[in-house]
């Protein structure tokens, strides 16, 4: 989402592409292989610098795991922002896109919002016609509860195979429901009950945006416990050769749903302070993890 400039109609220029290959040569370096994209981000300028890398570079999309998104509509004037999920805006939005990535076909699509007038059997024809031709290899969605995709699910032949979530040390509404249930504080948490156990159960990846918190714990904390957290983070880091950002995306990727961290930066350092979580098992126990959960919630467990 960072590339490609500003968000409004300036165009992009030789610095936004420049800036998007020291991005994927850092990540490629860093053993990471799949780009996460959307239609919307930076009003469509991420994706087409990011297809003027592919072009420039002989061989890399062949190289590249690449996905996409569809489903918002950024405000147009005075009409606000909505979420568009109709066949015909779907089809039309990836046909977009493939335009701009500079590709025949993206390996992954996914739904980026539920849009509440979206008719199940409408968009699952618009699926399984992209499936037909070959534009996208496999679909999943983004920000849905598992009840969501299983009902989308029934109407598909293929199977929906990712749903990407916020999830961090910071955004941990997914891991408290589990444990808040049968107490006072269930109600405070909003996460969709069995939305994770739905995806293990039926081999849906799980991928986390928003993974590194925002920098809340690596150098841009605001409050008492995210100073107390960040302490520890680099701590554990210094302790086992490690950066903090590997720390967080460790913290992801030991909770047995194997969850994929998206790395949303685009600084090339950042990105290589990435690289031990793309290239090693998770290196936390069981007490550290959870010393990392109490102290990033502030208070202990039920």
């Known amino acids: 989402m960072g590339l490609g400039g500003s968000w409004d109609d300036t165009p992009y220029g030789a610095a936004d592409i420049a800036e998007a290959e020291a991005a994927v040569e850092a990540a490629l370096d860093s053993g990471i292989t799949a780009f996460d994209h959307a239609d919307i981000y930076r009003n469509g300028?991420?994706?087409?610098?990011?297809?003027e890398v592919l072009?420039?570079?002989?061989?890399?999309r062949q190289r590249v795991v690449l996905q996409t998104k569809c489903g918002i509509r950024l405000p147009d004037g005075e009409r606000p922002g909505l979420y568009d999920l109709r066949g015909d805006t779907i089809l039309r939005r990836v046909a977009a896109s493939l335009d701009r990535l500079r590709t025949d076909y993206v390996d992954l699509l996914l739904l980026h919002r539920p849009d509440p007038l979206a008719d199940p059997e409408d968009v699952a024809r618009a699926l399984t016609s992209l499936h037909r031709q070959k534009l996208v290899r496999a679909f999943g969605v983004s920000n849905m509860s598992g009840h969501q995709i299983a009902s989308l699910q029934a109407y598909l032949d293929f199977p929906l195979v990712v749903d990407q979530l916020e999830m961090s040390l910071h955004r941990r509404d997914w891991v408290e429901a589990g444990v808040l249930v049968n107490t006072p504080q269930a109600a405070s948490v909003g996460f969709p009950a069995?939305?994770?156990?739905?995806?293990?159960?039926?081999g849906i990846r799980l991928q986390a945006w928003g993974a590194l918190a925002q920098g809340r714990f690596t150098g841009r904390e605001e409050t008492p416990t995210e100073r107390a957290t960040a302490r520890l983070v680099t701590a554990l880091a210094g302790s086992k050769g490690t950066t903090p950002e590997t720390i967080l995306l460790w913290w992801?990727?030991?909770?047995?749903?194997?969850?994929?961290?998206?790395?949303g930066s685009a600084r090339p350092e950042r990105i290589r302070a990435c690289a031990d979580a793309a290239r090693r098992e998770p290196g936390l126990s069981h007490e550290e993890w959870y010393e990392l959960w109490v102290t990033a919630r502030g208070a202990a467990l039920p």
Do not use: S
Not at 55 to 60: D, I, N, S
Not at 252 to 263: F, G, K, N, S, T
């Open 45 to 51: 300028k991420a994706e087409a610098v990011f297809g």
């Open 55 to 60: 072009a420039r570079t002989p061989g890399l």
């Open 194 to 202: 069995g939305t994770l156990e739905h995806c293990r159960a039926n």
């Open 252 to 263: 992801l990727q030991r909770h047995p749903a194997r969850i994929v961290p998206v790395v």
